[in-house]
Every structure is written in C-alpha cells, then in structure tokens.
C-alpha cells in the first residue's frame, strides 16, 4: 500500500528553524524519481498553499518555491532514499500551519497525514 509519512514538525521560536522529512512507500513508488513532488502548507482558516515543488529529474528537476518563503525555505529530494526534506529558516509565526507532502505522477496524486509547525515566542 504506498504510503506518505511527514515528521519532523514542532513548535519553534520565531528566527529559528526546523527540517521537515517526507519519506513514501509502497509498490508504486519504486518509480519514485518519476514523481514531482511537493510540500503545501495549511494554516487554521486559510486554503491549503504550495510551498515548494521539486520536480522529477527526468523533467529538469527545479525546484520552486512560495514567495512568502523564498530565501528561506529549502526543498531538497532523494530519490534513492524516496524521500523529500524541507529545512526552514528564519521562521515566523506566520509560517504556523500543518505542512503536508504530496506525490504526484500523471493522474496519480497521494498525500501525507501532515505535520505540525508552530512558531511561536
């Protein structure tokens, strides 16, 4: 059954930083380089944002990122260990939310469970 997994989420004073890590399993992911991949954010209230996406080698591999995050935020994929990280940097209280990962191939499209960040003084 493929399967998403975030961890890394927690509460942290604003300037600080925190990794998040996106690991996937399963069957179908032993294609997992085919994938884009994608980290997306969820504060209370608000829609669900995109914060970064990584897109699979094969189609050029860039990454791109929000622009309330940009400079700060850095998205990094392994293909070899199914897996996408995401440090922050110099967070700020806005920056609270449940960060989801998300895989996306085709028509195909699988999400994590999410993962809390809070900043907070």
């Known amino acids: 059954q493929e399967q998403i997994v975030e961890s890394g989420g927690g509460s942290v004073q604003p300037g600080g930083s925190l990794t998040l890590s996106c690991v996937v399993s399963?069957?179908?992911?032993?294609?997992?380089?085919?994938?884009?991949m994608y980290w997306y954010r969820q504060a209370p209230g608000k829609e669900r944002e995109m914060v970064a996406r990584?897109?699979?080698?094969?189609?050029?591999?860039?990454?791109t990122y929000a622009t309330a995050v940009t400079g700060r935020f850095i998205a990094v994929r392994d293909d070899d260990k199914r897996s996408v990280n995401l440090t922050m940097n110099n967070l700020k209280p806005e920056d609270t939310a449940v960060y989801y990962c998300?895989?996306?191939?085709?028509?195909?499209?699988?999400w994590g469970q999410g993962t809390q960040v809070t900043v907070t003084a």
């Open positions: 399963g069957r179908i992911f032993e294609f997992f380089p085919v994938y884009s």
């Open positions: 998300n895989a996306r191939w085709g028509d195909e499209d699988y």
């Open positions: 990584i897109k699979s080698v094969g189609v050029g591999g860039t990454i």
